[in-house]
């Protein structure tokens, strides 16, 4: 049974930085993708970034561009979300999936609360 547990969420002043971790369990994620999604309070959940087994194919929304990287490590099975220069509007539950592709990312963790400051 896949098992993603997230972490690094937390409270932050706007223009501050946090680093989100997914850790997966369960079975070897090396050929997997894995993404970071995001739902805010009265919004629906929405795609933040992706990246394909091999650490490349990476994919970012348009509003997170230049400000978050995503990054893996396949040996501890285990992405990465840094977010720099947050905003307000950031603020959300921070939800790591892993899939056979970005367009399947169909297991989930349980989330983690990013609250921005303004």
């Known amino acids: 049974q896949v098992q993603l547990v997230e972490s690094g969420g937390g409270l932050v002043q706007a223009g501050g930085s946090l680093r989100l971790s997914c850790a997966a369990s369960g079975r070897s994620f090396s050929r997997s993708a894995m993404g970071w999604f995001r739902q805010a309070p009265g919004k629906e959940r929405e795609f933040v970034a992706s990246?394909?087994?091999?650490?490349?194919?990476?994919y970012y929304a348009d509003f997170v561009k230049g400000r978050f990287t995503i990054s893996r490590d396949n040996a501890k099975n285990t992405v990465y979300l840094q977010m720099n220069s947050l905003k307000h509007e950031d603020t959300a539950v921070y939800y790591c999936?892993?899939?056979?592709?970005?367009?399947?990312?169909?297991?989930w963790g349980q989330g983690t609360q990013v609250t921005v400051s303004s």
């Open positions: 999936a892993v899939g056979s592709s970005r367009y399947n990312l169909d297991s």
């Open positions: 990246v394909g087994w091999s650490g490349g194919n990476i």
